[in-house]
């Protein structure tokens, strides 16, 4: 495995791409967990987001291909990249823009459930001191379910398609295999 290695968690949201990518962090010492929502946070504070999803604007993208290949520049450690990314032209920009520095990118996509979604969504919390704004969330990541469900048809044809159900200790065994991962 070399250390210009990216692993791309996508799935729908409530999938369990987070909950991995810290499994994962703490498995493989090695591997620096690089979220792109920071990134999309940012540039909601600087810019007008006109549809509300911050992957609509090319900056985005264009900070996040960059921010993972300086990274991998930097840093020389595999990257675990816990992010949403069904817009099939979105993840060609991006993910080809990692590969076209000779840096091995693995795209996971993790495949659950609508039920199991809409249970783990409803289970959640992500602002607990503002049960409005919490509810707000949780009605936007539900009505992304069938779009992210749709997506699996249009994946690359190299993305490895994950069991979102299973337990998150078997998918990180699933995923250290796929890459090679020396870990503990």
């Not at 250390?3 to 949201?13: D, H, K, Q």
């Not at 994962?24 to 999803?53: C, K, N």
């Not at 300086?70 to 840093?75: D, K, Q, T, V, W």
């Not at 590969?99 to 607990?128: M, N, Y």
């Amino acid at each position: 495995m070399s250390e210009r290695t990216v692993v791309w968690l996508n799935g729908p949201f409530g999938g369990g791409k987070t909950t991995l990518a810290k499994e994962l962090s703490r498995r493989w010492p090695d591997a620096i967990l690089f979220d792109p929502e920071v990134v999309g946070a940012t540039v909601q504070r600087l810019v007008e987001t006109p549809t509300g999803d911050y992957q609509d604007l090319p900056v985005w993208r264009e900070l996040v291909a960059s921010m993972t290949i300086r990274m991998l520049g930097e840093y020389e450690r595999p990257l675990i990249v816990p992010m949403t990314l069904v817009v099939p032209e979105y993840l060609r920009e991006i993910h080809g823009a990692i590969r076209a520095t000779g840096a091995q990118l693995h795209h996971v996509f993790l495949k659950t459930p609508d039920e199991v979604l809409q249970a783990r969504i409803d289970a959640q919390s992500f602002t607990p001191d503002d049960p409005a704004a919490d509810e707000e969330t949780r009605v936007w990541r539900r009505a992304q379910i069938e779009r992210c469900a749709a997506a699996v048809d249009l994946l690359p044809g190299d993305t490895v398609l994950l069991d979102g159900v299973l337990a998150t200790a078997e998918l990180a065994g699933q995923v250290l295999e796929l890459v090679g991962a020396s870990v503990r």
